[in-house]
């Protein structure tokens, strides 16, 4: 294992962190890519070889690539809520194919790259899985649409250059350290705070605790086949549950009122009106909560056949997450 050498991009970010680290604690050789601006705060102390630029910053990707093995892409704009997507298409799409185009160059085992199960489709009778391409990335607005694009993008590049790649669909993450937070772990922190008296009734979605989804990108640069891609998550989570389990891992007051969903839609049409109008990004949005409203259960079968990935329980890594978000708030205050 030791000799492998890997660079991750991303790796200031939630779970390109947990990658990075979990290289690190298996003796492997890591490179990290970094913007000068990004806090390294998920990464401290830890025996990395850092390089500088982003992800159009062309020499700074060769030089980065350079002599690797594997590259784990941990970069994603997911702000789902923006009322202009260009921002976010220039992140997902326009700088994930300038990496691709040097990655193709590279001498590479392979090119991990993290999707998201929003590019899974949504079969009415059963779980889904891989087989089941994205035929309503229109409902998800943005967001989603740059994230089809991405994927497709990466997989076009393994079918017709050779490029080693996998796409791992990796569900929300949920765990320790996630400093920024991400926007699912917004919610655990403000029910670790007491701070969420309600719940929305019927919102649940797929879910993953952010170490096993470290892990099975890192199976995946291992054994995962070319082209392919995989499903990672591990179960599929309502909302009351996220926020109860938050709150109570940590002694706080759970949400106790649950609200229909038809009403929160509408609250979100007046959030969207409100946004138009203000000529703002509200985080209360149509789009966010129907992303919550329409993914369906989905089966991880392939990950757990072709990686041996063997996820634990979200729910104990939400208590983590709580945990966390506690003693951060505490170290503040």
Not at 237 to 243: A, E, I, M
Request: charged share 25%.
């Amino acid at each position: 294992m030791g000799d492998r050498r890997n660079l991750v991009i991303g790796a200031s970010g939630f779970l390109g962190s947990h990658v990075t680290q979990r290289l690190v604690e298996r003796g492997e050789s890591v490179r990290v890519m970094l913007r000068r601006t990004s806090s390294t705060k998920a990464i401290e102390g830890l025996d990395v070889e850092k390089h500088y630029g982003d992800i159009f910053d062309t020499e700074a990707l060769r030089a980065a690539m350079d002599g690797c093995d594997n590259v784990f892409y941990c970069v994603v704009d997911t702000r789902a809520w923006l009322r202009d997507p260009q921002p976010v298409y220039r992140t997902n799409v326009d700088g994930l194919r300038n990496v691709l185009d040097v990655a193709k160059t590279a001498d590479l085992n392979k090119f991990v790259f993290t999707s998201t199960i929003g590019t899974i489709g949504i079969p009415h009778d059963r779980p889904a899985t891989e087989d089941d391409a994205n035929e309503w990335q229109d409902l998800g607005g943005g967001y989603i649409r740059s994230r089809v694009e991405a994927e497709r993008l990466v997989l076009r590049h393994a079918e017709e250059d050779g490029l080693p790649a996998v796409a791992m669909c990796v569900a929300n993450t949920y765990g320790a350290g996630d400093w920024q937070p991400t926007p699912h772990g917004s919610l655990v922190a403000a029910a670790a705070a007491g701070r969420m008296p309600f719940y929305v009734n019927g919102l649940a979605t797929e879910s993953v605790g952010i170490d096993d989804a470290a892990e099975a990108l890192i199976l995946a640069s291992e054994k995962g086949r070319p082209g392919q891609r995989y499903i990672i998550s591990e179960r599929y989570l309502s909302l009351r549950d996220l926020l109860t389990t938050a709150a109570e891992a940590v002694g706080a007051r759970p949400p106790k009122v649950g609200l229909p969903l038809p009403l929160v839609y509408r609250l979100c049409a007046l959030g969207d009106v409100a946004a138009r109008v203000l000529r703002r990004d509200l985080l209360l949005s149509t789009t966010s909560v129907r992303l919550l409203d329409v993914l369906p259960p989905m089966d991880h079968t392939k990950a757990v056949q072709e990686l041996g990935w063997s996820p634990g329980s979200t729910l104990a890594a939400v208590e983590q997450a709580a945990r966390f978000f506690r003693d951060r708030d505490s170290s503040r205050a």
